[in-house]
């Protein structure tokens, strides 16, 4: 299917070619060859430096997935789920699903290419009548899921450190560091707290870092992949087991089990939008973003399996990986094939770097959705948020707005050992949400609007934006489940609990100053920057105050 959407898409970039009426201003826009004239065109000022090419697009995009770490960290839930069956068929099925919301969004992407993402696009592609309800709603899933899903790479880290310095033990077997709550919460803060201070500070030098990564990533797959098959220690299991056995032990009815396996490459896959929050930072956003985000979703597939099918080989004992106190298996798993902590230690190094890099990564992006969504006056306290440093280059208040929220939740892991879960599930949740919307709405309106657009997948398009579709409604209720039946207290997924408390916190701003105030996207001014013309399509109310112009430092 990935070829077919490439090709389909690097088609002629005018629809007249394609027998489609080419609507007036989106293509002009399009076809300028400032990206700043084109961001202008869609209502904004360019604030931000553009510096990163296709590539360095893509590979940022890599590092937000941040394959095979992103896997790493939750690769308890399809051991537990049934194991190699999930963690093998399960990982390619949602890599064959998330290539369809990919090219969705890229689509739309090529059409309307601002920080905004979805958000933006949502208000562009809906009826004048319920605009901006919609755009605020999807605006909101958006900042919630960039928020909670950076929260929970941080902590998935953080978890995932204490594992992998858990591979020395004692004389008696027992763990080196058997870390208190407190203990994890401050390494938490202390992952945090780095991965911002790269994120603000190295902005310069992120798409480099970005370039690093995906080297640095290969090196460590093969690195794994080489030595745990050569070396063996405890065996190695059959072809059938790795990609056929399944044994089940989470509770749930079999297929059911299955999944909510899928959590793990559901949370692997969750940033695929996240990049478009980078577009006014890129060169050439209506091409290079869209194909970044599919070129993305085909290598992390490849690499996804060079590093779990090499694992499923020499997986210990089932029972004993889902029974850690740690929650993270793959440290042990490493331990056991390689047969020493030093071994271990070497191969878990190129993943511990790799999760601050995907860290930072997430940290970005979550810092130019928040930015974005701020400016438009949607977000409690906009007039502070919305603010660029100068000397930075940077939202950096939006930054250190999404850090704090970040921390703040984190505390939840004094009340419940598996806030992880609830961090990942809405993270999940919630920006699968909001990349379902804008395609929602799009398919609502015939797809008439992407017709304009570089990246048009034509009548596959249909097919493509209904399995993106299919999944978001899947996703909901999946990911507020526990992974394991039955349940203590203590270990209670409040993924639903999080996801409705950001729920009613929205609709009360909406509700309290929302709905006279907010009236979204500056769109009046929609296309004037090249004479076009275009009409605002914004509500006539004349409650409706626009939000003021964006301020610098």
Same mark, same amino acid.
């Given at each position: ?160 450190? *204490? ?28 992952? @945090? ?89 890129? !060169? ?29 080989? *020499? ?37 511990? *770097? ?51 929220? !970040? ?9 419940? @050992? ?136």
């Amino acid at each position: 299917m990935s070829a077919q959407i490439m090709a389909t898409a690097s088609g002629p970039s005018d629809p007249s070619r394609l027998g489609h009426p080419r609507q007036p201003g989106a293509l002009e826009a399009h076809d300028s060859d400032s990206a700043d004239e084109l961001l202008e065109a869609l209502g904004y000022k360019a604030e931000l430096i553009r510096t990163r090419s296709t590539w360095q697009v893509a590979f940022m995009s890599f590092v937000l997935a941040s394959i095979p770490y992103g896997l790493a960290t939750t690769l308890y839930y399809p051991l537990q789920g049934g194991g190699p069956v999930v963690v093998i068929w399960g990982w390619l099925l949602v890599s064959l699903i998330i290539l369809c919301v990919a090219a969705s969004l890229g689509e739309i992407t090529s059409v309307y290419p601002t920080a905004g993402g979805v958000y933006y696009q949502t208000f562009m592609l809906a009826p004048v009548a319920w605009r901006r309800v919609a755009a605020y709603v999807c605006g909101w899933l958006y900042v919630v899921g960039n928020i909670t899903i950076t929260l929970a790479v941080n902590f998935g880290t953080t978890l995932f450190f *204490v594992a992998c310095v858990n591979v020395f033990t004692k004389e008696d077997g027992t763990d080196i560091w058997e870390a208190e709550t407190y203990q994890i919460f401050l390494t938490f803060l202390a992952v @945090t707290l780095l991965c911002n201070a790269i994120s603000v500070f190295g902005n310069r030098w992120l798409p480099l870092l970005d370039t690093f990564a995906i080297f640095w990533t290969f090196v460590g797959i093969f690195a794994i992949l080489i030595t745990v098959l050569v070396v063996a220690k405890q065996g190695r299991h059959s072809a059938s087991y790795a990609f056929g056995h399944f044994e089940p032990t989470s509770g749930w009815p079999a297929g059911w089990s299955f999944c909510v396996g899928l959590l793990h490459a559901g949370y692997a896959t969750s940033s695929t939008g996240m990049i478009i929050s980078m577009c006014e930072e890129v !060169e050439h956003p209506a091409t290079q973003v869209p194909k970044a985000m599919v070129m993305t979703i085909v290598i992390n597939t490849i690499g996804g399996l060079l590093f779990l099918v090499p694992l499923m080989f *020499v997986l210990p004992d089932l029972t004993e990986l889902v029974s850690l106190a740690s929650g993270q298996p793959l440290p042990t798993i490493i331990k056991s094939a390689v047969g020493s902590s030093g071994g271990a230690i070497a191969l878990l190094i190129p993943l511990m *770097v790799l999760a601050i890099l995907c860290g930072t990564a997430c940290t970005t992006a979550t810092s130019r959705c928040t930015w974005a969504f701020a400016r438009d006056g949607a977000i409690p306290g906009s007039k502070w948020w919305k603010k660029v440093h100068t000397g930075l280059d940077l939202p950096l208040n939006a930054n250190l707005l999404a850090t704090t929220i !970040e921390i703040l939740l984190g505390v939840i892991y004094f009340g419940s @050992t598996s806030a992880f879960n609830a961090f990942s599930g809405v993270g999940v949740i919630a920006l699968t949400l909001s990349y379902a919307t804008p395609i929602a709405v799009s398919m609502l309106e015939g797809r008439e609007q992407v017709k304009q657009g570089r990246f048009y997948l034509g009548k596959l398009g249909w097919f493509v934006n209904a399995i993106a579709i299919a999944w978001s409604v899947f996703a909901l209720p999946l990911f507020c489940m526990p992974p394991y039946i039955p349940i203590p207290v203590e270990s209670v997924n409040y993924a639903s609990v999080v996801f409705v408390g950001f729920t009613c916190i929205a609709v009360a701003w909406y509700a309290v100053w929302g709905h006279k105030n907010y009236a979204g996207p500056p769109t009046e001014t929609l296309g004037t920057a090249h004479g076009q013309g275009i009409v605002s399509n914004a509500p006539e109310d004349p409650d409706f105050k626009r939000p003021v112009d964006v301020k610098k430092d």
